[in-house]
């Protein structure tokens, strides 16, 4: 039992080594909030995921900060913790706002972790030492600035590799892709640009042997989905078409993919997150963790949920270096020359965040007590 005393945020902002460029837009830096909650002389730390604008989820830091500051801290602040589903309780009766919600679940998990002494890998019941991971590439200038990238990423230690995809940067990419790396373990990731009137163009990508085509149609069409996956032999992986336990069940229900992306933000907590893997693996689903350019922060939960065994596919879990020329925490993230990373072991997070790096990148900061 643990009493939270207070809730603070930071509103971070990292300048990204390269722009990333989705279908859906490009940043040059990453906006975060960062929740910190103190309690019993220690200090707990998690990540709202969020961006500047409402494209990748309708959430925005400005979202995250009202709701964090004025809805969800308040419900947690002064509260005794036994476990991580006592913050999720306390927040369930705010709807919605799943990245703000994990922010301040995911503090409360390493809060109670380090209190027990375990990581949160070893709280979730993890059993990886080691978790397989990838690299997801945006949108690129031209296709041999993207062959480049690939064979950059391919010395760095990354196998797997995903590629955006969009109308106009599509099958003649990954055609080339393919042409130049035959091997490569390749998926492509589409952001909902496309529509079921464009299932003969996503139809095209059978032939190239990829491991999946994540979310090619629109966030809220479990239904299309399903017509889409009907028509292609390449398996169909839903990311913004999972926001919940209960979209994922709808998914299965219905046959709208054969895999989920699961990213802890977008569901709302590891809690929700865990439900949905135990979900997937009972129904022979695998799933694999998603990334939102997290600082090592957001990164630390979600190699913890990766270790998780129905994670049996690599996450877009890449190094620090990939994206932030220094990060938040130390040790930094580092990707194993197996493609795979580390999972940490230390209690909690099992990183630590360096004060001054924190410093640096804050914006604002505010306490709610
Ligand atoms: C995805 N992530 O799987 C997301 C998209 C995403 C690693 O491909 C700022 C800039 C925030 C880009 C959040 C990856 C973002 C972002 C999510 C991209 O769909
Ligand atoms: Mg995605």
New binding site residues.
């Given amino acids: 039992m643990i009493k939270v005393d207070r809730v603070e945020l930071y509103h971070v902002r990292l300048p990204l080594v390269q722009p ?1 460029e ?1 279908s859906f837009g490009r ?1 040059d830096a ?1 906006d975060t909030v960062i929740v910190a909650v103190r309690g019993g002389g220690l200090m707990g730390w998690g990540e709202a995921a969020t ?1 500047v604008g409402p494209w ?1 989820e309708y959430e925005t830091v400005e979202t995250c900060w009202h709701v964090l500051r004025d809805f969800l801290g308040p419900r947690v602040a002064g509260q005794e913790m036994s476990s991580p589903d006592d913050a999720a309780r306390l927040m369930a009766p705010v709807r919605g706002h799943h990245l703000a919600k994990m922010g301040l679940e995911a503090a409360v998990w390493d809060l109670l972790g380090q209190a027990q002494g375990c990581s949160i890998a070893q709280l979730l019941g993890g059993t990886r030492e080691r978790v397989a991971v990838g690299v ?1 590439i945006g949108v690129q200038a031209s296709v041999p600035a993207l062959l480049d990238r690939i064979e950059e990423y391919q010395a760095q230690g990354y196998n797997r590799i995903k590629c955006k995809i969009k109308p106009g940067w599509d099958v003649d990419v990954v055609r080339q892709v393919r042409e130049r790396f035959p091997d490569v373990p390749l998926m492509v ?1 589409a ?1 909902s640009a496309y529509t079921l009137a464009d299932a003969d163009r996503l139809a095209a990508l059978d032939e190239h042997d990829l491991l999946m085509i994540e979310q090619p149609l629109p966030y809220d069409d479990l239904v299309d989905h399903a017509e889409l996956q009907r028509r292609l032999r390449t398996p169909i992986c839903l ?1 913004e078409s999972v926001p919940s336990l209960a979209a994922a069940r709808a998914a299965v229900a219905l046959g709208s993919g054969r895999i989920v ?1 699961i990213k802890p933000g977008r569901v709302g907590g590891l809690t929700v997150a865990r439900a949905i893997h135990d979900l997937c693996r009972e129904n022979g689903w695998p799933v694999w963790c ?4 997290e600082t090592g922060i957001g990164r630390a939960h979600n190699v913890a949920l990766a270790s998780l065994p129905g994670f049996t596919l690599p996450g ?1 879990i890449s190094a620090s270096a990939r994206y932030f020329h220094r990060d938040i925490v130390e040790p930094e993230f580092v990707v194993n020359d197996d493609s795979t990373m580390t999972v940490p072991t230390g209690p909690g997070i099992g990183v630590a965040v360096v004060p001054e790096r924190l410093a640096a990148a804050t914006q604002r900061r505010v306490t709610v007590v």
């Fill in positions: 990333f989705t940043e990453r961006s990748y997801s990731d952001n990311d992306n998603g990334g939102m350019l877009d």
